[in-house]
């Protein structure tokens, strides 16, 4: 590669970054003529190209990228001394390669809208709201758990293979199309990670691939929360970039399921969720609310922690620091905090929808 290209594919990081900055006001823009225009098309043609295959080629391909890179690094280690301009040249340059390739094919979904507003929901919430939807959530959870045909305090496993849970979450985005045509989903490419454990030491559940539109599911994570992570991922794949929109979105794909397991794993995870807000907003509500809860219901966010604190590790810190800077650097603000509003767009739609 020749020096000018380089130092232009180099300079594309700073004109990249500076350039979604100044294309920020104009999200509506990006939402008709990118999200609600040429994505659904591509990512649509991704999963026909890539869905059928029993593997994720995903994984594939970052094992191979990481091999080059790691062999690229080895080769190329002895030029910081003698070249570290022309190696750091070449870096960039490689880094503003995959920047233009990831904005393309994906990245500019960071740039829509917030869905709140296309769904005619108001972004704030009062403390009271929350606490009276969390108390619905409670009875609802309680409920359903109950219909399941099990104790109080028995905690609930999904009696579905992972493959059963990925159809029944295809068959949860169908009904929830044909009320929100934004959230219909064509095609299908949902998998388990071929490095679940790598996303377990670093604590993701899933991962969406833009390279070839695989949404990729943790498969060691615990059994009932499979079915929200796989519509998760899904939501990315439709173009719902915000972690806490896409947290929305599987809710509102496994709570108004036709499957009562699936119902299940949807209440008692916008409950978690709901419950941790109470906590931070209003201690004494929380120690009111938590004793009403199923014990099998607690069992089962107990067993979660306990899981993802027997994998605690330096990388899982190191991690997380990254993914927060990346969040906020693509137009989320609060980085990984954005997850837990979530609830604000939970509380404003069931003031419309009652979940």
Excluded at 100 to 118: A, Q
Excluded at 174 to 190: E, H, V
Excluded at 287 to 307: C, D, K, Q, V
């Amino acid at each position: 590669m020749g020096k000018n290209r380089r130092l232009f594919l180099a300079l594309l990081l700073p004109i990249q970054y500076f350039g979604l900055q100044l294309l920020r006001p104009f999200g509506p823009y990006i939402e008709q003529y990118y999200s609600l225009g040429i994505y659904p098309y591509l990512s649509t043609l991704q999963r026909i190209l890539f869905g059928w295959i029993p593997f994720s080629i995903g994984d594939v391909l970052y094992t191979l990228m990481g091999i080059m890179i790691l062999r690229w690094l080895w080769l190329n280690v002895g030029r910081l001394v003698n070249d570290a301009k022309g190696f750091f040249l070449d870096l960039c340059a490689s880094l503003g390669l995959i920047y233009l390739i990831f904005n393309l094919i994906w990245g500019l979904n960071y740039l829509r809208p917030p869905l709140y507003k296309s769904l005619d929901l108001s972004p704030d919430y009062t403390t009271e709201q929350l606490i009276i939807l969390t108390e619905r959530l409670v009875e609802k959870s309680n409920a359903l758990h109950r219909s399941l045909g099990y104790a109080d305090s028995v905690k609930i496993d999904l009696p579905y293979t992972q493959e059963e849970i990925f159809n029944y979450s295809r068959a949860g985005y169908k009904k929830l199309g044909q009320k929100y045509p934004q959230f219909d989903y064509q095609g299908t490419s949902i998998k388990p990670s071929l490095w679940s454990l790598g996303l377990t030491y670093m604590g993701y559940s899933g991962y969406y691939n833009p390279i070839t539109g695989e949404a990729q599911v943790n498969e060691r994570i615990k059994n009932y929360k499979f079915p929200v992570v796989s519509a998760h991922e899904q939501a990315h794949q439709m173009g719902f970039a915000a972690e806490n929109e896409a947290n929305f979105i599987a809710t509102l794909a496994t709570i108004n399921h036709e499957n009562t397991y699936i119902r299940y794993s949807g209440s008692i995870f916008a409950l978690r969720y709901c419950l941790n807000e109470v906590a931070r907003s209003d201690r004494e509500a929380y120690e009111r609310i938590l004793p009403t809860i199923n014990y099998g219901i607690l069992e089962s966010y107990r067993e979660m922690r306990a899981f993802w604190e027997s994998y605690k590790n330096p990388l899982e810190s190191i991690s997380k620091v990254f993914w927060d800077q990346f969040l906020k650097a693509n137009n989320q603000s609060r980085g990984i905090r954005s997850y837990s509003y979530m609830v604000a767009l939970l509380v404003q739609y069931d003031q419309r929808h009652p979940l």
